[in-house]
């Protein structure tokens, strides 16, 4: 998890174009770990992984990337994955899919409004635009996560 998140933060500060960073990239994994671990080890479990890895994330982040970022990642993380957390327990018994692409997708988008506001409103960076691009990529690779989230919980 802090991997994940601190590359992310690492690789935000690297625009692709005016519609996506870097850290679009990795950062969506995040989620098929809260996610795989709340399915096979329940919510608390899940919730400990977050929470863990919201302390040692910040603080790499810190380190890889600036203060602002890694202030506006750890705030974003946190609530964001806290509600994925929710999501996939209340969506627990439903078909096999809709559990961890409801929250994963909904967790995607509060995650996204709240980084990109506090990391780069009033900076000049085009950070609605960045905002849009980063959350369809976050949904293309939540589909993308369907086919090894099948696997993973089937060898569970």
Known sequence: MVVIVASANYLVQFPVNDW????ALTYPVSYFVTDLCN?????????RVVYVGFVLAVIASIWLASPRIALASGTAFLVSQLMDV???DALRG????????A???LGSLVDTGLFFALAFA?????WVTLAIGDFGVKLAIA??????????????
């Open 86 to 88: 929710s999501i996939f």
């Open 122 to 126: 009033g900076t000049g960076v085009p």
């Open 103 to 105: 929250s994963s997708s």
């Open 20 to 23: 996506l960073t870097w850290g």
């Open 94 to 101: 439903r078909r096999w899919w809709q559990a961890p692409l």
């Open 143 to 156: 589909l993308a996560l369907l086919l090894p989230w099948r696997l993973a919980v089937n060898r569970g």
């Open 39 to 47: 399915r096979l080890y329940g919510p608390e479990r899940a919730r």
